[in-house]
């Protein structure tokens, strides 16, 4: 250990310096006449038509048209897989959209009913609204797998105003304003309005 110290600190301390190499020891492949190696290398014409000649006179006949060679396929969608596993993994397109749609009507129906009937969201969830939210949940998911089960995509059937995505960012606000309106009025003790 000690020396190993030692040969690094010596190289440390004692800065970059240069050594002359001595050339006639090393080997390389031109010192080994044997060993030289020489490739044969060719070039093969592939064309199809006939070359055209740069001394000839330009004809007055119409030049054959090149043949098209085949444009590429459009690129092809990856396929939507269908599997139930698949759409409600955890990164799957179904979790977070039903969530928010869920959240959407909750926040909305929440705010409705406080304001029609003046009850905070905790007294709503006990006064009936449990079996509301398992209907709401089962025909909201139901409603947003059929689709998927089908291989059909939020993101292929969205377009103008309302796109997928407009959809997404609205779920996760209603989301964070349902967690939001139920932690204030916890705080409050009592309707936030």
Do not use: H
Not at 17 to 46: D, E, H, S, W
Not at 105 to 117: D, R, Y
Not at 151 to 168: H, N, R, V, W
Not at 174 to 180: H, N, P, R, T
């Amino acid at each position: 250990m000690a020396t190993a110290s030692f040969n690094m600190q010596s190289v440390f301390a004692g800065g970059l310096t240069t050594r002359k190499i001595n050339t006639n020891k090393l080997f390389f492949a031109g010192n080994f006449p044997n060993l030289k190696r020489n490739y044969p290398v060719g070039v093969r014409c592939m064309a199809e038509e006939e070359p055209i000649k740069e001394d000839s006179a330009p004809s007055t006949s119409a030049a054959k048209p090149l043949p098209k060679s085949p444009s590429p396929p459009p690129p092809t969608k990856p396929k939507v897989s269908t599997k139930f596993s698949d759409l409600l993994a955890f990164s799957g397109p179904a979790p977070e959209r039903i969530n928010g749609r869920l959240a959407m009507v909750g926040f909305v129906a929440a705010l409705a009913v406080e304001l029609s009937k003046g009850e905070n969201v905790f007294a709503q969830i006990s006064d009936g609204g449990v079996s509301w939210f398992l209907g709401t949940t089962a025909i909201l998911t139901l409603a947003s797998l059929v689709p998927l089960f089908k291989g059909i995509t939020a993101e292929s059937k969205s377009d103008g105003f309302m796109t997928s995505d407009a959809e997404l960012w609205n779920g996760r606000f209603a989301m964070l304003g349902l967690v939001a309106l139920a932690f204030t009025e916890f705080v409050k003790g009592g309707t936030l309005v």
